[in-house]
């Protein structure tokens, strides 16, 4: 109950303090056409796919407003900087490892093939360079750490080179989820 109180009152000021206003509505009427499709997640938690999707940020003003009113709900809520992100990426218990080049298709339907995760992650570093990967039965999904352009902000986000953000590795499993 104090998890889904704290998730509609997140929801509500990214929607007062953001652009996803006409998000939300059009969320909102695909809602209530589609109540009945629902997913299970890892946590057998049922979450609506259409309201997962909210946790995808368009640009750094709706990160800010999300870790705003999560620190307002949450005091010990900590903004993550790269080396937090970089961390909870690495120790994912489905993080398989790193890789000094970049895998080609073969190469990864081998690694699925060998593991008996849902999906997995692993890491590519080239040209100094760290880009990480999620591969899944869907396919693959490519993913990077991005570090915020403001001066006084040391924020970090996950991006997945779309024009979507990320403020954790949870909502970016969820949101390639649903």
Not at 100 to 123: H, M, R, V
Not at 141 to 159: G, Q, T, V
Request: glycine share 2%.
């Amino acid at each position: 109950m104090k998890n889904t109180l704290m998730k509609t009152m997140l929801i509500t000021a990214l929607f007062f303090c953001s652009n996803l206003g006409a998000k939300a509505k059009s969320c909102m009427v695909t809602l209530k056409k589609a109540k009945k499709e629902q997913i299970v997640d890892r946590s057998n938690m049922i979450k609506n796919h259409q309201l997962s999707r909210m946790y995808a940020m368009q640009n750094s003003w709706n990160l800010k407003a999300y870790h705003i009113s999560a620190k307002f709900f949450n005091s010990s809520h900590k903004v993550p900087t790269a080396r937090d992100l970089e961390n909870s990426i690495k120790s994912h218990p489905y993080f398989i490892g790193s890789f000094n080049k970049e895998l080609s298709k073969e190469e990864y339907i081998s690694l699925k093939a060998k593991t008996d995760f849902p999906f997995f992650i692993l890491e590519t570093y080239q040209n100094k360079k760290s880009d990480f990967y999620m591969v899944h039965s869907k396919g693959i999904r490519h993913f990077k750490i991005n570090i915020s352009n403001e001066k006084s902000e040391h924020m970090a986000s996950l991006d997945n080179g779309v024009h979507k953000i990320y403020p954790s590795l949870k909502s970016f499993i969820k949101c390639t989820f649903s």
